[in-house]
């Protein structure tokens, strides 16, 4: 089965720093784009940007440029969300998606729920 | 980059059909046929229904249709069932290489 799983949820405090991960198997991880998407609480979906493990080609989606770096390692077939400094702001559910050519989020992870609180 | 616009809410009846616009610009929605559309739960992870504008994932009831018209992308859904009440978000590729999403529709199933 194609299936992305995600870390765990995570508790922090302001300036904190976080690296969430999204593991894919039964696929060739290297050759499919993986996207973030940030879920605030109450609110709608947000493409914060996409990877393309094999050579680590990353586009940003604007709001979310020099705030968080997406990476990749295709050695362990994971892909990376990462803040060095949290705000509060950042509370929100994250979730990772495979998709089709740089288009349709076909197969979703469980999301990752990250609460950033003084 | 502006999400795309969508009605907040729709509703209807079981057995009814209904149709949900996303709205873009030339530089998105108009320029490619690269529109799909997403359901959502409560509490749970997106499912794709539509993609491609057109095309339907396998496992995507037939009930779930798109199409496109100049800037305008739609999904309908035919024969109403009460598990078809969720969240829908349109999302289409852009200029910039990028993604996007409409800002979502609930749809309720009186």
């Known amino acids: 089965d194609v299936q992305l799983v995600q870390s765990g949820a995570e508790v922090k405090k302001p300036g904190e720093s976080l690296k969430i991960s999204c593991k894919g198997s039964?696929?060739?991880?290297?050759?499919?784009?993986i996207g973030w998407v940030r879920q605030m609480p109450g609110k709608g979906l947000e493409w914060m940007g996409i990877?393309?493990?094999?050579?680590?080609?990353?586009r940003y989606n604007p709001s979310f440029q020099g705030q968080v770096t997406i990476s990749a390692d295709k050695s362990v077939n994971t892909a990376y969300l990462q803040w060095s400094s949290l705000k509060a702001s950042d509370s929100a559910i994250y979730y990772c998606?495979?998709?089709?050519?740089?288009?349709?989020?076909?197969?979703w992870g469980q999301g990752t729920k990250v609460t950033v609180s003084s | 980059q502006s999400a795309l616009t969508q009605p907040a809410s729709v509703s209807g009846s079981p057995g009814q059909s209904i149709t949900i616009s996303c709205t873009g610009t030339?530089?998105?929605?108009?320029?490619?046929?690269?529109v799909s559309w997403y359901q959502q739960h409560p509490g749970k992870a997106p499912k794709v229904m539509i993609y491609?504008?057109?095309n339907r994932p396998s496992g995507v009831s037939n009930r779930f249709s798109g199409s496109k018209s100049g800037n305008t992308a739609s999904l309908t859904i035919s024969g109403l069932q009460v598990e078809d009440e969720a969240d829908y978000y349109c999302?289409?590729?852009?200029?910039?290489?990028?993604?996007?999403f409409g800002g979502g529709t609930k749809l309720t199933v009186l």
């Open positions: 998606a495979r998709t089709l050519g740089l288009a349709a989020a076909t197969v």
């Open positions: 039964g696929y060739s991880f290297s050759t499919y784009w």
């Open positions: 990877i393309y493990p094999d050579d680590s080609d990353t």
């Open positions: 030339s530089s998105d929605v108009g320029g490619y046929n690269y």
């Open positions: 491609d504008v057109i």
């Open positions: 999302s289409s590729y852009t200029t910039s290489s990028t993604l996007v």
